[in-house]
């Protein structure tokens, strides 16, 4: 059974997923479906276990490879269902690596989840059930977002916002190329892309510098 659960997760196993983790995702897609007959965490096109697992589990850890691990935080603004931030905090713990994965969500039924899960999987989170956008001078290592808001809010609320990060990481999606060069239009971006594993439209970027130009 435990060859069958590491098999379904064969895309990302070039980071070293272990046994252990892909039983965690495999209950944290238990938990999902559970919780999502009750209030809307994830899309209802997207509850089948394999959707899960590719469009969600497979999608989040993608990203590991851009994750600064030397830090003591690393931040998921719009946490929603908890992709990506849960799905670090399970590869976190494999790791023995002690940085907390800080959750930020305003809806609290969905903060009420993430807390339930990360107790359940014993995850290193704090979940914050806040507005971001009201919430100044904010410090941490890696910034995520996935599926909250487009690109030129997210760059507009981290320059506002926190007073120290080390990178921020975003899913662009279909029309993430056009995006990206209207964004650069506004923004000098130091930045790398990698394409998405689970979508031929998609991409991942990791910012490690911005400065908005003098318009």
Same mark, same amino acid.
């Given at each position: 059974?435990?060859?069958?659960i590491?098999?379904n997760?064969?895309?990302?196993?070039k980071?070293?997923?272990s046994?252990e983790t892909?039983?965690?995702f495999? /209950?944290?897609?238990?938990l999902?479906?559970?919780?999502?007959r009750?209030?809307?965490?994830i899309?209802?096109k997207?509850?089948?276990?394999?959707?899960?697992?590719q469009?969600h589990?497979?999608d989040?850890?993608?990203?590991?490879?851009?994750?600064?691990?030397?830090s003591?935080t690393?931040?998921d603004?719009?946490?929603g269902?908890g992709?990506?931030?849960?799905?670090?905090a399970?590869?976190? =713990? =494999?790791l023995?690596?002690?940085?907390?994965i800080k959750l930020?969500? =305003?809806s609290?039924?969905?903060c009420?989840?993430?807390?339930d899960? /990360?107790?359940?999987?014993? #995850?290193?989170?704090?979940?914050i059930q806040?507005?971001?956008?009201?919430?100044?001078?904010i410090?941490?290592?890696?910034?995520?977002?996935?599926a909250?808001?487009p690109?030129?809010i997210?760059l507009? #609320?981290?320059?506002?916002?926190?007073g120290?990060y080390k990178?921020?990481?975003?899913?662009m999606?279909? /029309?993430?190329?056009?995006?990206l060069?209207?964004?650069?239009?506004?923004?000098?971006?130091?930045y790398e892309e990698?394409?998405? #594993?689970?979508?031929?439209? /998609?991409? #991942?970027?990791?910012?490690?510098?911005?400065?908005?130009?003098?318009q």
């Amino acid at each position: 059974m435990d060859s069958i659960i590491s098999k379904n997760y064969s895309q990302i196993q070039k980071y070293d997923v272990s046994r252990e983790t892909c039983n965690d995702f495999e /209950s944290l897609i238990a938990l999902i479906q559970e919780k999502n007959r009750e209030i809307n965490i994830i899309s209802k096109k997207t509850t089948e276990k394999e959707a899960i697992r590719q469009r969600h589990i497979i999608d989040s850890a993608q990203i590991i490879d851009f994750v600064d691990l030397n830090s003591n935080t690393t931040s998921d603004l719009g946490s929603g269902g908890g992709m990506p931030g849960l799905i670090i905090a399970i590869i976190m =713990k =494999k790791l023995k690596n002690s940085m907390k994965i800080k959750l930020y969500e =305003k809806s609290y039924h969905k903060c009420v989840f993430l807390k339930d899960v /990360s107790n359940k999987l014993n #995850l290193n989170t704090e979940i914050i059930q806040e507005d971001i956008f009201k919430i100044k001078n904010i410090e941490t290592g890696t910034i995520m977002s996935r599926a909250f808001k487009p690109m030129p809010i997210i760059l507009d #609320l981290v320059q506002k916002n926190f007073g120290k990060y080390k990178n921020i990481i975003l899913f662009m999606g279909k /029309s993430g190329r056009k995006i990206l060069k209207d964004s650069l239009k506004i923004w000098n971006l130091d930045y790398e892309e990698k394409k998405s #594993l689970t979508s031929k439209d /998609s991409f #991942l970027l990791n910012i490690k510098n911005m400065e908005k130009k003098i318009q």
